[in-house]
């Protein structure tokens, strides 16, 4: 494992229950801001899906991952409302539960 996908892991580890990130905060938080698409493909490498929380990931808008490596956008739906956000129509609402901590 690559020291960006070790650094992509760590942080998503600090993302709380019942909140999201996008792929551009995560960028931005391991230091390389123009990295968006190199998050998502070190989520669908991810080794450890309960450890790592990759279903806290979305897009800017809130939209789900519409190829959700672990089981497809209606899995990472199911394991969201497991966390008690909502969801609507593959997407989840920054204003509530955009995760704004480190």
């Given amino acids: 494992m690559g020291n960006f996908d070790r650094a992509v892991y760590e942080y998503l580890k600090t993302v709380p229950r019942g909140k999201v990130v996008t792929y551009g905060m995560i960028a931005r938080a391991v230091g390389r801001p123009k990295a968006g698409r190199l998050v998502g493909n070190a989520l669908h490498r991810n080794p450890t899906p309960v450890v790592v929380p990759c279903h806290r990931v979305v897009n800017r808008e809130g939209r789900l991952a519409p190829a959700f490596a672990f089981g497809g956008s209606q899995m990472q739906a199911q394991l969201l409302r497991a966390e008690g956000m909502e969801?609507?129509?593959?997407?989840?609402?920054?204003?509530?539960?955009l995760w704004e901590g480190n």
């Fill in 87 to 97: 969801v609507v129509g593959g997407y989840v609402d920054l204003g509530r539960y």
